[in-house]
């Protein structure tokens, strides 16, 4: 198994953490929906189009998959460019299944709610949260710092994934 070299590609990009996980062991609850549908102003964009896909349709294609990359940084940005390029790499390698998931910020505001819309397509990716998956529980479970955050000056942990194999 070569995926240790993911994890070594997180670590040079900039990750704090950086594990391969078993999906199985990824929490997954649908009430996720229920706070992207009432409470984000990003709801409806491209990377959260509930026209797409809704959580309860994409567990089950999530969990086709043995193995994740989970990613932990300081910075979303960061984070999600450490995803797009592990998937980027893994498929070259041979993975050809290898998707990421992440808050997409390829652009300040995204605008997008069609693919035609976006303005970085070969980059736009659903957010894990909105394809149903608990990121805090899901990060707690394997010994990993997450809070809701109260002010703007906290450090914020931001997480990725790379759904593998
Ligand atoms: S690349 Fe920009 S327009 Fe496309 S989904 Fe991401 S934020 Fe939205």
């Given at each position: 198994m070569d995926m240790e070299r993911y994890v070594n ?11 391969i996980?078993e ?43 043995r193995l994740a990359l ?20 893994a498929?070259?390698d041979g993975h ?68 593998l194999e």
């Open positions: 590609l997180a670590y040079e990009m900039g990750a704090v953490d950086a594990l996980v999906v199985p062991e990824i929490v997954f609850d649908h009430r996720t929906y229920l706070k992207c549908a009432w409470g984000c102003p990003e709801f409806g964009q491209l990377k959260c189009s509930p026209d797409l896909i809704k959580p309860w349709e994409a567990e089950p294609l999530l969990r086709r998959y989970l990613i932990h940084t300081h910075r979303k940005e960061l984070a999600n460019e450490i995803a797009w390029e592990v998937e980027r790499r498929f070259l050809y299944w290898a998707f990421a998931l992440y808050d997409c910020h390829g652009c300040d505001v995204c605008a997008a709610s069609s693919r035609q819309d976006c303005a970085n397509p070969e980059k736009a990716r659903p957010g894990e949260d909105f394809l149903g998956i608990d990121v805090y529980a899901t990060v707690r479970k394997f010994g990993l710092p997450i809070e809701v955050l109260t002010h703007k000056e906290q450090r914020q942990d931001r997480y990725a994934f790379v759904f």
